[in-house]
């Protein structure tokens, strides 16, 4: 099946019992058995249900991967890849991520026993010169959130595997959704999306996901699903699985309004700096061309007046843009990371990577893009 195809009827099949062309809401916890240990494959929610069941092997499809996971939010989804490890071991990951990722490693994990560097993704030596035969890891997130870094994941994947092919390469697919980018396809071993974001794509649920097609590592990762019970709940996998068979065409309007904003941006007078990757001045244009089919509705900017007070007045008079945290969903929204998405990061790590006051992140939705432009030209002629 194409990509198209696949959002709609990936992994599916008409329930049996009715012909019902959607899956049910299993609402149940547990399931009758004829005898101990004789079941009709579900025995406890916790380990499978099967409308979850239902998005898990959708998820598997749109990312041509074999096994797909359905947890109770995306850090969920991150921590269930960090139990994997053992005290010692090492992560080598980006050093712009989003905020709860950053938390989620250095507050939790690293009193564990695990150890995390923080590198510039554009150079692979940056990751290659920091592998030891302790790294376990590398975790990648491309485009970045919030400064739309871009990793060239088949180069990094094959310089770290030939140094040490067991080392996994998890990669954060949230911005781009499989619509644009297929990481397993590209080599890595892990592809994790907040699937709260454009997987859902309605702003109604929160939920992670991860997808594999290593066999071993998708059993590893169910045990560790299954016996640390952060698993998505029925309704939320209904509603998930209803959000995936629109994602090709809400991806493409979130492409086309995304790249119409970014070019107005990049040529207002109050604008300083646009970070987009389908600008051809986004120093990783040509590796986002490479490895994407398009650049995704995620802008973010900075105002020349670099005072906090100049980005609240633009935040606090949209009127299309909802001032709020997430992305992904239908409608836009506008956010300030170092209030907002990014605040658990210590400044001076923001200010080291380029997350300052001026900085605006947009989640482009698929509104009129007349309207869009509007909203902006009239919340910067404030600032």
Request: charged residues 20%; proline residues 4%.
């Amino acid at each position: 099946m194409k990509f198209n195809t696949k959002t709609i009827h990936g992994g599916q099949q008409h329930e049996p019992a009715t012909g019902a062309v959607m899956p049910p809401i299993y609402q149940t916890s547990t399931y009758a058995q004829s005898s101990p240990g004789q079941h009709k494959g579900y025995e406890y929610s916790r380990a499978a249900n099967p409308t979850r069941t239902a998005l898990e092997n959708n998820f598997a499809a749109i990312e041509n991967g074999t096994h797909g996971f359905a947890f109770s939010s995306g850090l969920s989804a991150i921590d269930c890849v960090l139990r994997m490890l053992n005290p010692g071991d090492e992560v080598i990951a980006g050093d712009d991520l989003y905020g709860g990722t950053y938390r989620m490693f250095t507050k939790m994990f690293q009193k564990y026993g695990l150890k995390f560097h923080f590198v510039d993704m554009n150079s692979v030596e940056n990751i290659t010169n920091l592998v030891s035969d302790k790294t376990k890891l590398i975790w990648l997130e491309t485009p970045t959130n919030p400064l739309m870094k871009i990793a060239d994941i088949e180069a990094i994947t094959n310089a770290v595997k030939a140094i040490n092919s067991t080392i996994l390469v998890t990669v954060d697919n949230t911005f781009a959704t499989p619509y644009l980018q297929r990481p397993l396809d590209l080599g890595a071993d892990i592809v994790m999306h907040s699937a709260t974001k454009y997987l859902g794509g309605h702003s109604d649920l929160v939920m992670g996901a991860l997808m594999v097609k290593d066999e071993k590592l998708a059993e590893e990762l169910h045990f560790i699903q299954f016996a640390g019970g952060a698993v998505a709940g029925p309704m939320d996998s209904f509603l998930a699985l209803r959000g995936v068979k629109t994602l090709h065409i809400r991806m493409q309007r979130h492409c086309e309004n995304g790249r119409a904003v970014a070019k107005y941006l990049e040529n207002h007078s109050k604008v300083k700096e646009v970070f987009y990757p389908g600008l051809e001045s986004h120093p990783n244009y040509e590796i986002a061309k490479k490895q994407m089919d398009d650049f995704g509705g995620m802008v973010s900017f900075r105002l020349h007046d670099e005072s906090q007070q100049a980005a609240f007045t633009f935040l606090e008079n949209t009127k299309v843009f909802t001032l709020a945290e997430s992305l992904g969903g239908v409608e836009s929204l506008v956010n300030h990371p170092t209030t907002m998405t990014h605040a658990s990061i210590p400044e001076p790590e923001r200010l080291k990577i380029g997350i300052t006051d001026s900085l605006i992140r947009l989640s482009v939705g698929i509104e009129d893009i007349d309207d869009l432009l509007k909203d902006l030209t009239q919340a910067l002629d404030r600032v």
